[in-house]
Nanobody, 123 residues
Framework: QVQLVESGGGLAQAGGSLRLSCATSGRTFRNAAMAWFRQGPGKEREFVAGISLSSGITTYADSVKGRFTASRDNAKNTVYLQMNSLKHEDTAVYYC????????????????WGQGTQVTVSS
C-alpha cells in the first residue's frame, strides 16, 4: 500500500504563490508516476501536472503551463507543486495521486490518492 499526504494549501491572493507538498509512505516504487489533480466547486476532477519519479520528466495542463512547476525529491519521498501567478479559477481541492510507470491525465488511471488540500485564491 502507498499512503499520500498533501500539505501546503491555504488562502492566497490573485497573483500570489503557494507550494503544495505530497509526502509518500508505505510501499514506494522508483518508477512511479505522480500527478496533481484538482476539483473545483461543481466541477470534474482535472489533471494539473505530473512527474515521473525516475526521469523527472513533467507534464502540465495547458491552463497551468508556465505558472505551475512540479518537482520531486526522491530522498524525501516527496513531490511538490509550486504554483505562481495564481488566479481565482485555480481555487480547488488539490489531490496528489500515484500510479506505476507513466503519467496519465485520466484520474481513473491512478491507484493511490491523497486526501486533498484546499487552495483558495481571492480575486
Amino acid at each position: 500500500q502507498v499512503q499520500l499526504v498533501e500539505s501546503g494549501g491555504g488562502l492566497a491572493q490573485a497573483g500570489g504563490s503557494l507550494r503544495l507538498s505530497c509526502a509518500t509512505s508505505g510501499r514506494t516504487f522508483r518508477n512511479a508516476a505522480m500527478a496533481w489533480f484538482r476539483q473545483g466547486p461543481g466541477k470534474e476532477r482535472e489533471f494539473v501536472a505530473g512527474i515521473s519519479l525516475s526521469s523527472g520528466i513533467t507534464t502540465y495542463a495547458d491552463s497551468v503551463k508556465g505558472r505551475f512547476t512540479a518537482s520531486r525529491d526522491n530522498a524525501k519521498n516527496t513531490v511538490y507543486l509550486q504554483m505562481n501567478s495564481l488566479k481565482h479559477e485555480d481555487t480547488a481541492v488539490y489531490y496528489c495521486a500515484a500510479r506505476s510507470y507513466i503519467v496519465m491525465v485520466a484520474a481513473g488511471a491512478y491507484d493511490y490518492w491523497g486526501q486533498g488540500t484546499q487552495v483558495t485564491v481571492s480575486s
